[in-house]
């Protein structure tokens, strides 16, 4: 889970409320964070790897700057999720389309920080620009931070155990002959004969799952497990 944006928009001040404690220094001068930092968190039960980033650098001065950029751009390739957060209270920035950029086709969650201020980002502009519905937050106030935990722990919600079920072995090893069978009936160089036979016993071995036919190696196999005595 990825903290992502411009510098001074909150990452830092986030990434502290989410591991519920003052790990990385805040700082209302712009790149104060410059090396990716990492926590294990749990969020709604949840276990999250949670990384913070350095701020987008559209301007490179450095060898440090350069550096700075590599390392977020590594951490956007290995995220599951990104956080892209956006400052509220001022207008958007070359950096934040920079950063718009940068998770295009990613997995990532639009965040408007700083909504305590009186805004001057528009939440629409934010729809236009990322194609998705931002959260609204403010890290001073705390407003929106559970919105955000949920959507968080939804994309990764458990499945629900009963919609699942189970299959034994035996069922598994007819459904792989059964897709063996019907992607080898779909080979140019076959005649139709031999679509009919392939495609035929791909239902004959469905038919055996279902229990419409009946197979004698069933009933050995299950006896074979057994040791019957007098």
Known sequence: LVIFGKANVGKSSLF????????????????????????KIFINGIPFKLMDTAGVIVKVENEVDRMAIEKSK????????????????IPLSEEDHTAVSLVKGKNFIPVINKVDLPPLVDKEEIIKLTEKEPILISCLTLEGIENLKKELSNKFR????????????????????????LKASLKETLTLDEVSIEIGEAIRKLKLLVGEEFDPDVTKEIFSRFCIGK
Do not use: Q, W
Request: charged share 35%.
């Open 158 to 181: 458990k499945p629900d155990m009963k919609k699942l079920f189970y299959i034994s072995l035996r069922e598994k090893n007819i459904l792989n002959e059964v897709l063996r069978n």
């Open 74 to 89: 590594e951490a956007l390739s290995k995220a599951d999720i990104i956080i892209l957060m956006f400052d509220g209270s």
């Open 16 to 39: 502290n409320i989410l591991l519920k404690e003052e790990r990385v220094l805040v700082s209302k001068m712009p790149g104060t964070t410059r090396d990716i930092v990492s926590e």
